[in-house]
């Protein structure tokens, strides 16, 4: 596997379900992070984790529980969504720096319908 | 509060035409820019990050920065159908921050 993968890609799921989202990252990069795209609207950077510590938390609802294990796995936690928390939830990873090494490389995303 | 300003579009060009796409942003204490491409329905990849006044080419694609204006752009020459999709533009502040500022993006729409 190279690059940043994601699964599930689509996850249907009811309100009062517990799933998680996984991200890995292969590039040996230090930070990941979690956004969230919604038809019409910009990304929103939901978490940011930099060596394993969360350093960026964008006031996002407890509903929503990041995980980092070690710097090459992210995880979101969902219980209790609501419909408008359906989105596509974009893993990313960077080598944290100055210039290019700030690049997003970003994951092919997970497509989550909330019912 | 840091935000990154792009017109959403569409913006339509005609197959083999130059597309000029904007950004400006509000925080003077920018320093690293990037525009990425994202297909429909896919995740965004970069094409180019400028940091330096000036121009920046990479085959078709030419990056412009103004930092006196806040001001980036992205040229698309000899455009393609191929080019359609959404360009989003992410600045990144001085001072040892990594976390990008993305603007909501442009779509372009290259007809035949």
């Known amino acids: 596997e190279t690059g940043v993968t994601q699964t599930p890609r689509h996850l249907v799921m009811g309100m009062t379900n517990k799933k998680s989202l996984k991200c890995e990252q292969h590039?040996?990069?230090?930070?990941m992070y979690w956004y969230k795209q919604s038809a019409k609207k910009p990304l929103e950077l939901m978490f940011v984790?930099?060596?394993?510590?969360?350093?960026e938390n964008n006031s996002v609802p407890s509903r929503f529980s990041p995980e980092c294990p070690n710097s090459s796995h992210l995880f979101l936690h969902l219980h209790t969504l609501q419909p408008e928390d359906s989105a596509l939830y974009l893993c990313?990873?960077?080598?944290?720096?100055?210039?290019?090494?700030?690049?997003?490389?970003f994951g092919p995303g997970t497509r989550l319908t909330v019912l | 509060q840091k935000e990154v300003e792009q017109n959403s579009g569409p913006l339509s060009v005609p197959e083999g035409a130059i597309a000029s796409l904007n950004c400006t942003y509000s925080?003077?204490?920018?320093?690293?820019f990037f525009w990425y491409r994202q297909y429909s329905g896919k995740s965004p990849e970069l094409i180019m990050f400028?940091?330096?006044?000036g121009d920046k080419e990479d085959g078709r694609f030419t990056a412009q920065l103004n930092k006196a204006s806040q001001y980036v752009s992205l040229l698309i020459r000899d455009s393609q159908p191929s080019d359609s999709a959404t360009y989003l533009c992410?600045?990144?502040?001085?001072?040892?921050?990594?976390?990008?500022?993305f603007g909501r993006g442009t779509s372009l729409i290259v007809h035949p």
């Open positions: 990313a990873s960077s080598q944290t720096g100055t210039g290019d090494t700030d690049t997003q490389y």
């Open positions: 590039l040996g990069h230090n930070a």
């Open positions: 984790y930099s060596l394993e510590e969360r350093v």
């Open positions: 925080d003077r204490g920018s320093q690293s």
């Open positions: 400028i940091y330096s006044n």
């Open positions: 992410a600045a990144i502040s001085s001072g040892g921050s990594y976390i990008p500022t």
